[in-house]
């Protein structure tokens, strides 16, 4: 059974940082890309950031500059830094992977989803 957990989230004030994980069981995704998205209370789910096998990364433009995404392929684990928090960051944010090599920011292109974890940034 595949299952992506995340975990790192939690509480930090405006201009703070934050680093949230990603561990994959069940399937490596060493060849697939995988991604982060965020969903606020009353919002749809946001794009935040993709990353595929060879390290090739696309982000939302809300984050551009102020997160990075990365992975530890042995390790089956992805990572979101972030950097510069904004209260309009505040969100759940989760991690996903698709049975694909190529970046994609459209949650309708993953097949894996973990639970999610709470990020708040406070001002």
């Known amino acids: 059974q595949v299952q992506l957990v995340e975990s790192g989230g939690g509480l930090v004030q405006a201009g703070g940082s934050l680093r949230v994980s990603c561990v994959a069981s069940g399937r490596s995704f060493s060849n697939d890309a995988m991604g982060w998205f965020r969903q606020a209370p009353g919002k749809e789910r946001e794009f935040v950031a993709s990353?595929?096998?060879?390290?090739?990364?696309d982000y939302g433009w809300p984050v551009k500059g102020r997160f990075t995404t990365a992975r530890d392929n042995a390790k089956n684990t992805m990572f979101l830094q972030m950097n510069s928090l904004k209260p309009e960051d505040t969100a759940i944010y989760y991690c996903?992977?698709?049975?694909?090599?190529?970046?994609?920011?459209?949650?309708?292109?993953?097949?894996?989803w973990g639970q999610g974890t709470q990020v708040t940034v406070s001002s």
């Open positions: 996903a992977a698709r049975l694909s090599k190529f970046l994609s920011s459209s949650p309708d292109d993953y097949n894996y």
């Open positions: 990353i595929n096998w060879m390290g090739d990364t």
